[in-house]
Structure formats: C-alpha cells, structure tokens
Nanobody
Framework: QVQLMESGGGLVQPGGSLRLSCAAS????????MAWYRQAPGMQREYVAH???????NYVNSVRGRFTISRDSAKNAIYLQMNSLKSEDTGVYYC???????????WGQGTQVTVSS
C-alpha cells in the first residue's frame, strides 16, 4: 500500500530549477507537519525542510533562500520548489512526516535529483 509518492525529479544543470511533488494519503497528511528529506550518494538521509499545518516553514541552512516548501491540504500534497540548484543538491528526495517521533517507517520510493553540467 503506497502512502507516500514523490515525483518531479530529473537532471538539471547548475543554476536550474525543479519542483518536486509529494502525494500522501489523508491519514498521513491530515494534522501533520510534513517534511522533505534527501539522501546523497554514500550519505545518510538528511532533513531539508518542513512545513507545519499552519504554514510555518523551516529549512536546513544549505538550502535556505533557494528552496521553498509548500502544502495543499485539499490535495494532501506538499511541494518543494528548488531554485539555483547546485551539484551538492544531488540525491534522492523523500517526503514524510516531520520529526523522528512522527515519521513513518515506510518511506516512498523517492525521486532522483541530479544537478550536473
């Protein structure tokens, strides 16, 4: 049973943009802060950004000012607009609930983002 589904990744040149989407089942999305995470090759998965149910957002310092997280409660979806992409943004991007106590153990398949010239 797929509960989290990420999409929108691809190959982009440095300085380019991508918009990621995450569709979640209502039971996951409703009443939960949601987040984006990413995993670079050979590295552990790391936090990227999160958004609360009231729209408060926060970002890891390395993406602040370049990435924007948003949510659409009517669609049970969150998004990540990524601008001014850098090679170090390369990785597989995942969505999940925010916070170790709330995250689901079953992650989606993620969406690959590759920033390269």
């Amino acid at each position: 049973q797929v509960q989290l589904m990420e999409s929108g990744g691809g190959l982009v040149q440095p300085g380019g943009s991508l918009r990621l989407s995450c569709a979640a089942s209502g039971s996951i999305f409703s009443g939960s802060a949601m987040a984006w995470y990413r995993q670079a090759p050979g590295m552990q998965r790391e936090y990227v950004a999160h958004i609360t149910t009231t729209g408060i957002t926060n970002y890891v310092n390395s993406v602040r000012g370049r990435f924007t997280i948003s949510r659409d409660s009517a669609k049970n979806a969150i998004y990540l607009q990524m601008n001014s992409l850098k090679s170090e943004d390369t990785g597989v991007y995942y969505c999940n609930r925010y916070g170790p106590a709330n995250r689901l153990n079953d992650w989606g398949q993620g969406t690959q983002v590759t920033v390269s010239s």
